[in-house]
């Protein structure tokens, strides 16, 4: 993906332009004291993704200078997140530990040069003396220790001769400045802690800001990325290395703000809370906002990095909608992985007069066909279909099976209720129903008029699986602790039904469960006896995300899709028909969007749904090529009618035009105002199905192409997608996708 230029890419071009350093060098410092959560997955795309950029490298540092806070399996945690995310650094991984040496003698060398003295006032006159931001501070009086007294001191406070706090290295800076890090920083502490690499040696451990700066000198960084809160140590970075008058060229450091996501927390310190007082499972539980939680969860690191570009590097503070994090996974997941059909409230449907049974062919890819990958979907007289999908007493718009309208049950036939089976206190628990023969997708002359479709599964083939869905972790957009926490933020289903290829195909380990959203097998629990699918994000935002908060300041716009929060809230109008759309019909967040807030849009869609219920495949046209005419014009001015737009999709779903011709006639459409079957006669525009007609001109491609031909059939299958394209170029786009598919795949055998 193409990276826009942030202000650290200019300033690390900058340099490389000037010839200040032959090689971008940075590094990501971590304290290994927690796992690590987004917003070091920012840091990290930021540090490893800028040394890629430029071609030079980037280290990992565990920044282990806190000897009592760290631990090996943080270690290994910050390691996993970097290399899951896709980068690698450059040799072993480091610690600040590895130079704890060097740091010691860079501390004496600072003491030499009458610039670092122990000083041992206790910690309250220590804070007293610092003075304030109005308020001067004053040096202390153990600042008059000699050279030779100093070295001494330190010595032994290496040796480990004092206890904790009675004496501490300060750098000899300025007591007076404005900027209060620089009133004699401490450089050195004396701590009488087990290291977890350095076990029992050290009785002084260095303090970040004297550890930090040497440590990236060390390892020759030239550009040291860090988050806001550094700001004013900048000085006390600047000050260390130049006052050693190191051998150039040196670090300098440079900051970016923090990340924050609304309804969860970030810190370490806060997740491990969470973690300690049991309120989530582990440090990968899929709720929290961990690397080891997202990847649980079954988030992609393309959808995480995504994440991290598109809100962009910025110089101020600033909160981000946990939306476009959400959109940025469902972005991910749309084109990449199988479809297939889930019932979570399975309700017993009984074809009475359907007998044997059938396997349907259906696409992984019904968005994408051409794309590889189908599926068996074993049909009987015995299926389910989810509770939501029948409802005895529907309201107006609602439309799906009732006892008086019929449904599609995709991929398969239209089925129409004959009766409603109830139990005792009046619970619905089976449906009879008929099936209409006539009606098979793909083939269907029956004529009988559904508004939507709906997923299903067969009785006997399906399997019963574990669902478990997993809400926000926090009721609040900006939680305060533990009495924040949403205490539904996991709800188990237990005895949902999947069909079954996609437990005994494992066509991938994520899907888009139709019309319910996307899911993944969890890597951990997953059994064979009863499958775990773990809810990774719905198919549209969350609409409990309806306000916007005031604080927030619009930021860079994902592509495509407007975030709820940060456009003109819906009016309860456009919201119920946003909701009718994309339940009911099946579209997706984004059109259903553009068609609901735009009354002479949704009008105009309506009435083409009349002429033909074909809610997506009009839904798109509308939303794209009507919507820019309708940009200018009223929809009286337009040389078409909705009708005509039917009669448009009408040609494509039966397979009369291709889609691409089909944009072809449209703009027929907009300039003549001819009806639509009239164009695709009079130009000759029908679709070639016809294998007469194909077939000479597979053999022409392949026999243009006799290398691609060899690979392929040494088993490079990437070269399908080549063919199927060369093939239907030469029929200028008039070949159906779906025959050229076939007959490719049978040439090439
Ligand atoms: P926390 O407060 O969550 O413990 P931290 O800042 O102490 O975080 P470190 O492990 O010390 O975390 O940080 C490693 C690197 O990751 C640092 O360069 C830090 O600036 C960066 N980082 C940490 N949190 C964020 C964040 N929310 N957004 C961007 N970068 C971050
Ligand atoms: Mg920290």
Redesign the pocket.
């Known amino acids: 993906m193409k990276q826009s230029k942030d202000f650290l890419r200019r300033v690390v071009e900058e340099d490389l332009n000037a010839g200040r350093y032959q090689e971008v060098v940075t590094r990501?410092?971590?304290?290994p004291n927690?796992f690590p959560?987004i917003?070091?997955a920012?840091?990290i795309s930021i540090n490893f993704g800028i040394a890629k950029a430029y071609g030079g490298h980037c280290n990992l540092r565990m920044?282990d200078t806190n000897p009592t806070t760290e631990d090996t399996q943080y270690v290994e945690a910050l390691k996993d997140a970097v290399e899951w995310l896709g980068f690698a650094w450059e040799g072993e991984v480091r610690h600040t530990s590895d130079y704890f040496d060097r740091l010691y003698d860079y501390a004496v060398e600072l003491i030499k040069k009458g610039k670092a003295y122990v000083d041992s006032l206790d910690e309250e006159t220590m804070r007293a003396y610092r003075g304030t931001v109005t308020e001067v501070g004053r040096r202390s009086e153990y600042a008059k220790r000699t050279v030779e007294e100093n070295l001494e001191l330190f010595e032994r406070m290496k040796e480990g001769e004092f206890k904790e706090g009675e004496h501490i290295l300060r750098a000899k800076i300025d007591m007076t400045s404005s900027n209060m890090k620089m009133r004699d920083p401490l450089l050195y502490r004396i701590r009488h802690a087990h290291h977890f690499r350095a076990g029992e040696k050290w009785a002084v451990y260095p303090m970040y800001d004297f550890a930090h700066c040497l440590s990236d000198y060390i390892e020759g960084v030239t550009h040291s990325i860090?988050?806001l809160e550094f700001e004013n140590n900048r000085d006390i970075y600047d000050w260390v290395l130049d006052t050693l008058e190191l051998t150039p060229p040196r670090p300098y450091q440079h900051e970016f703000a923090?990340?924050?996501i609304n309804y969860t927390v970030?810190?370490?310190?806060k997740l491990l809370e969470l973690v300690e007082n049991g309120i989530v499972s582990g440090w990968d539980d899929p709720r929290l906002p961990t690397i080891a939680g997202y990847k649980r969860r079954g988030y992609t690191p393309e959808s995480i990095l995504n994440f991290c570009e598109s809100i962009g590097i910025a110089k101020a503070n600033s909160m981000v909608d946990v939306a476009q994090l959400e959109f940025a996974i469902r972005d991910d997941l749309n084109t990449k992985v199988p479809r297939v059909m889930c019932v979570m409230d399975p309700l017993k449907v009984t074809l009475t007069n359907y007998n044997g049974s059938e396997t349907i062919e259906a696409s992984y890819y019904p968005h994408d066909v051409p794309k590889e990958g189908t599926r068996e979907l074993p049909f009987s007289k015995e299926i389910y279909i989810d509770r939501a999908d029948f409802d005895e007493n529907p309201s107006k718009g609602y439309f799906r099976l009732t006892p008086s309208q019929p449904v599609r049950l995709k991929y398969a036939y239209i089925i129409t209720c004959k009766e409603v089976i109830k139990d005792a206190n009046g619970k619905v628990i089976e449906i009879k129903a008929e099936y209409h023969a006539d009606s098979k997708s793909g083939s269907d002359t029956s004529g009988i008029k559904v508004k939507s479709a709906i997923q299903w599964v067969e009785a006997n083939h399906a399997k019963t699986i574990e669902v478990r869905l997993y809400d926000r972790l926090f009721k609040t957009e900006v939680p305060e602790g533990i009495d924040d926490i949403n205490p539904n933020s996991l709800k188990i289903i237990t005895n949902a039904l999947i069909e079954p290829a996609v437990i005994s195909d494992k066509p991938d380990e994520r899907f888009q469960f139709e019309r319910e959203g996307y899911f993944y097998a969890d890597p951990i629990e997953y059994r064979d006896a009863t499958p775990i699918f773990t809810k990774i994000v719905g198919l549209k935002e969350s609409s409990a995300k309806k306000k916007k908060s005031p604080k927030q300041e619009p930021k860079a716009q994902p592509k495509k899709v407007q975030i709820e929060g940060e456009v003109v809230p819906m009016t309860a109008k456009e919201q119920a028909l946003f909701e009718s759309y994309t339940k009911e019909l099946g579209l997706n967040s984004e059109v259903a969007n553009t068609l609901a807030r735009d009354a002479k849009l949704s009008a105009f869609y309506t009435e083409a749904l009349d002429a033909l219920p074909s809610p997506v495949g009009i839904a798109n046209i509308v939303s794209n090529e009507v919507a820019r005419e309708l940009k200018s014009k009223e929809i009286s001015e337009l040389k078409f009618s909705p009708k005509d737009i039917a009669e448009l999709i009408k040609m494509v779903e039966d397979e009369t035009i291709s889609t691409k011709i089909a944009k072809q006639v449209f703009e027929e459409m907009v300039k003549s105002g001819a009806n639509p079957t009239q164009i695709v006669q009079s130009k000759g525009l029908q679709q070639i199905s016809d294998p007469a007609l194909i077939l000479p001109l597979i053999e022409e491609v392949m026999a243009k192409n006799p290398d691609n031909v060899e690979q392929y059939r040494a088993g490079n299958q990437k070269l399908f997608g080549f063919f199927v394209g060369q093939v239907l170029k030469a029929t200028k786009g008039k070949g159906n996708p779906k025959v050229v598919n076939e007959l490719v795949k049978q040439a090439l055998v």
Request: net charge positive.
């Open positions: 990501f410092p971590p304290e927690g959560h917003g070091h920012k840091s920044d860090c988050t923090r990340l924050n970030m810190s370490k310190r």
